[in-house]
């Protein structure tokens, strides 16, 4: 598979790291808005085209499959003038701004019969599988309640700090928190609750969330970009715990049964090695392009659309609106 990404940035970098060590992906051709700066990307990192302009890169025939590596900001432009010019899409997480634009791009991806799916990794990875068989096996009863936070300093960066980029904890940080409720709890929401802290710009510093669910679960959820937070994320069934180890990219699951005098350890579950951890959704979308589908099932559009949904509606209640909107 002839891979392409379309930007030269920091998650360019680790993608590009990623494909290093998948023997069926050729790192075939990046784009930048500056050739100098894609010429040395492609030095650096081994690829065998470079392209000063993404809309020479999406003219070349020859790319299997391009991966959105702009600001959410422009997710959607370069997203749809991909799948215009018939190139199948890997779109960095969130796949977009808002509702109307997620739908937009995959009713195009479903109109020209061209795969599109978002680089949710957490969705993709091995954890999913082990988290839920966890779950399934009954050994922590039944789920009532899941907690996360997620938190990282990044509250200087451009992308974070600018409203026109889309920015703030939410798109960039709480969309880990959703989904990882989402993967456990699902999406027969009853009530959204939310409140944030804005920053001087005028973006989501820091937000709390809690969802409540028709079965009367509950999710508890906060996301900073001012501190690294301990990203745990928990949950808590009638008979015991899981903690999981990072939520943005388990590291490890431990499983406890309920004790006054402490949880006891009763399961610990290592996770397998991995080259970053984004390779598994470039495998998934292989695996799709194979069998010539438009969605990837590790994360359909329906999921993509749902936590948008959720997303903008947490934004309604912080009055939070980007100045494109």
């Known amino acids: 598979m002839k891979m392409a990404i379309l930007g030269a940035g920091g998650i360019a970098v680790k993608m590009s790291d990623t494909l290093k060590g998948l023997e069926s992906v050729e790192r075939y051709a990046i784009g930048s808005r500056d050739l100098k700066k894609a010429e040395r990307f492609a030095d650096e990192h081994g690829f065998t085209k470079a392209y000063g302009s993404y809309e020479e890169m999406l003219a070349d025939d020859s790319i299997d499959l391009v991966y959105i590596a702009v600001p959410h900001s422009h997710h959607e432009e370069w997203t749809v003038k991909a799948l215009n010019a018939g190139r199948n899409v890997l779109c960095e997480k969130p796949m977009a701004v808002n509702e109307g634009q997620v739908r937009n791009m995959c009713s195009l991806a479903k109109e020209k019969g061209l795969l599109l799916a978002e680089a949710m990794w957490t969705r993709y990875m091995p954890s999913r599988k082990l988290i839920d068989d966890v779950i399934k096996s009954g050994m922590i009863g039944e789920v009532k309640t899941v907690s996360a936070n997620l938190g990282y300093v990044i509250n200087e960066k451009d992308r974070i700090k600018k409203p026109e980029l889309a920015g703030g904890a939410l798109l960039d940080l709480s969309v880990y928190n959703l989904n990882f409720a989402s993967m456990v709890l699902g999406d027969d929401i009853k009530e959204i609750h939310a409140g944030c802290i804005m920053t001087e710009t005028g973006v989501d510093g820091q937000n709390s969330i809690m969802i409540e669910y028709n079965n009367g679960c509950m999710a508890s959820m906060y996301a900073t970009i001012y501190s690294l937070t301990d990203r745990m994320g928990y949950i ?60 990837c099932v590790e994360m359909p559009h329906a999921a993509t659309i749902e936590i948008t949904r959720q997303m903008d509606m947490i934004r309604k209640q912080f009055g939070l609106k980007y100045p494109f909107e």
């Open 236 to 295: 808590s069934g009638t008979k015991g715990i899981i903690r999981v180890q990072n939520i943005n990219n388990p590291e490890k699951i431990t499983v406890f049964s309920p004790d006054r005098d402490g949880p006891k350890v009763i399961k610990e579950i290592e996770i397998p090695e991995q080259i970053t951890g984004y390779e598994y959704e470039v495998l998934a979308c292989e695996r799709a392009l194979k069998e010539g589908a438009t969605e």
